[in-house]
């Protein structure tokens, strides 16, 4: 059983950093796959970063990278996502996902391929 929590959403002001924390229990860094997405009212899941355990590669869509930055934690068991120089239309709940699989880039950014999901911590990006 794995079990997701998201912390650390709020509101800031455009060009402000928010760091985000996805607490993970159960079996979670035994391999696998963590991804951040968000979801703004009315709109679809949006990817936005991911980190496979087995090598620590990192992965970030293109309308975060240079921005954002994804890490982890292994003592914690906890994966962090940094967000920096933060936009309005950022404005979402931020979800992290867990797949049991090491996916590769094609996969990653699919909703379908995460099997666990926390229930999100709002960002709300407004002067």
């Known amino acids: 059983q794995v079990h997701l929590a998201e912390s650390g959403g709020g509101l800031v002001q455009p060009g402000d950093s928010l760091r985000l924390s996805c607490s993970t229990s159960?079996?979670?860094?035994?391999?696998?796959?963590l991804g951040w997405f968000r979801q703004a009212p009315g709109k679809e899941r949006q990817y936005i970063a991911a980190?496979?355990?087995?090598?620590?590669?990192?992965y970030y869509s293109s309308s975060v990278k240079g921005r954002f930055t994804i890490t982890r934690d292994s003592a914690t068991n906890t994966v962090y996502l940094q967000m920096n120089t933060l936009k309005p239309d950022e404005t979402a709940v931020y979800y992290c996902?867990?797949?049991?699989?090491?996916?590769?880039?094609?996969?990653?950014?699919?909703?379908?391929?995460?099997?666990?999901w926390g229930q999100g911590t709002q960002v709300t990006v407004s002067s």
């Open positions: 159960g079996r979670t860094f035994e391999g696998g796959t």
């Open positions: 980190i496979r355990f087995s090598g620590n590669a990192k």
């Open positions: 996902a867990k797949s049991s699989l090491s996916l590769i880039m094609s996969e990653i950014s699919s909703t379908h391929n995460y099997e666990s």
